[in-house]
């Protein structure tokens, strides 16, 4: 429910995306946000709070939302009592358990190609659950693969 902490400011996308691009996985957004995690995680563990502050500022990241992110981890493991792995998952592993609460969020490339505003750069939309019509995300390492099918 918590917006993504990536920062894509109208003025600094280039930057912000150069920031970001370490973070991806060339065949999954879920795995970069994973990426992401573990890398905020070693480097709150290594910074003091005001250091870890300007770090997230200077990343493009917005510090608030990384601290409900962290937040709602630490209250799902308290409510839950869920022990993080002893091992990281496999990524095959990780979209299958994704995709048991998300099957209402596939998607399958539409066969119609849209113009973007300018007219000239084509948008590949995706048709997902009752018809609803979506695209990827600009910054997303997806986003140039277009793949067929997208969760």
């Known amino acids: 429910s918590i917006q993504d902490p990536r920062e894509r400011p109208s003025d600094k996308q280039q ?21 992401l995690w573990n890398y905020l995680r070693e480097k709150q563990h290594e910074l003091s709070s005001s250091a870890f502050r300007r770090l997230c500022k200077a990343e493009f990241l917005n510090y608030l939302r990384v601290r409900e992110w962290q937040d709602i981890y630490s ?52 048709i997902g659950a009752r018809n609803a019509r979506f695209a990827i995300f600009p910054g997303s390492a997806l986003a140039k693969k277009q793949p067929q099918w997208v969760m």
Do not use: C, W
């Not at 150069?18 to 060339?26: I, S, T, V």
């Not at 002893?86 to 099957?103: F, I, N, Y």
């Not at 973007?116 to 750069?121: E, N, V």
């Open 15 to 35: 930057q912000a995306d150069e920031k970001h691009r370490r973070f991806a996985d060339p065949e999954s957004d879920f795995m970069a946000y994973l990426n």
């Open 75 to 126: 209250q799902l493991r308290q409510a839950l009592g869920v022990q993080p792995n002893s091992r990281p998952a496999e990524p095959q592993q990780v979209h299958t358990s994704l995709l048991v609460g998300l099957l209402s969020h596939v998607g399958v490339k539409d066969v119609m190609e849209k113009r973007g505003a300018d007219g000239r750069r084509p948008i590949q939309e995706y």
